[in-house]
């Protein structure tokens, strides 16, 4: 019973280097979310989906881009990184836009 | 958009009830929400209400809805070492669509 799961766990980025964040859902879920959490901040949405197909910009969409795979799966990809982009990344997703969240552990990303 | 406030911290002791505060802006708020995050982990779903509940309780947990004021509270009885958290207030708003977390009230329950 995984839930969601976001890998990798941990990464340590160089500034302007790219990645990809990862996140699957098992609960046949159709919306997701990408959320970045700072301290003092809360937590901020960066994308979400609210169904398979579609993508929309949440609060803090700059310096990002989403892609909904398929129903499962829904990543976070950082093209140039920066240090303002260190941060701790949470995937969640929902049945649809009002039911509860379920969220993922979290990616720990730092850049130097 | 829709404001979600919440306290940063409570400290209270082993045994003791606390309460957690949270008040939002949106009256046409549906679906409030309170979720706990333990140290490295994600947030967990403890429990939610419908707008046209007052009240709701599961076990140590009570969350009362004042919809005049707009306040959410959720009460944790005989609170235990681990129950030591960080606790967010969420909000569906009908109005704007979408989830609004508060900032999120750190929990210390002292033994």
């Known amino acids: 019973n995984a839930g969601v799961t976001q890998t990798p766990k941990f990464q340590v980025l160089k500034t302007g280097q790219s990645m990809t964040l990862q996140c699957a859902q098992d609960m046949n879920h159709n919306s997701m979310y990408w959320y970045r959490q700072d301290p003092g901040m809360g937590l901020r949405l960066i994308y979400y989906?609210?169904?398979?197909?579609?993508?929309d910009k949440g609060e803090v969409p700059n310096g990002y881009n989403v892609s909904r795979l398929n129903k499962r799966e829904f990543s976070l990809r950082l093209e140039s990184a920066a240090p303002s982009q260190t941060s701790v990344y949470f995937c969640a997703s929902s049945e649809d836009g009002h039911q509860p969240q379920h969220f993922g552990d979290g990616t720990r990303l730092s850049i130097l | 958009g829709e404001d979600v406030e919440q306290s940063l911290f409570l400290s209270v002791r082993e045994g003791d009830s606390s309460v957690i505060n949270c008040t939002y802006t949106d009256s046409s708020s549906t679906y409030l929400y309170w979720y706990k995050q333990e140290p490295g982990a994600g947030l967990q779903l403890l429990t939610y209400i419908f707008s046209n509940m007052d009240m709701k309780q599961d076990q140590r947990l009570t969350v009362l809805l004042n919809k005049k004021d707009k306040h959410l509270s959720l009460r944790i009885a005989d609170t235990q070492t681990g129950d030591s958290a960080i606790y967010f207030c969420a909000c569906f708003s009908g109005g704007y669509q979408k989830v609004t977390f508060g900032i999120g009230t750190k929990l210390q329950v002292i033994p």
């Open positions: 989906s609210a169904s398979e197909g579609t993508t």
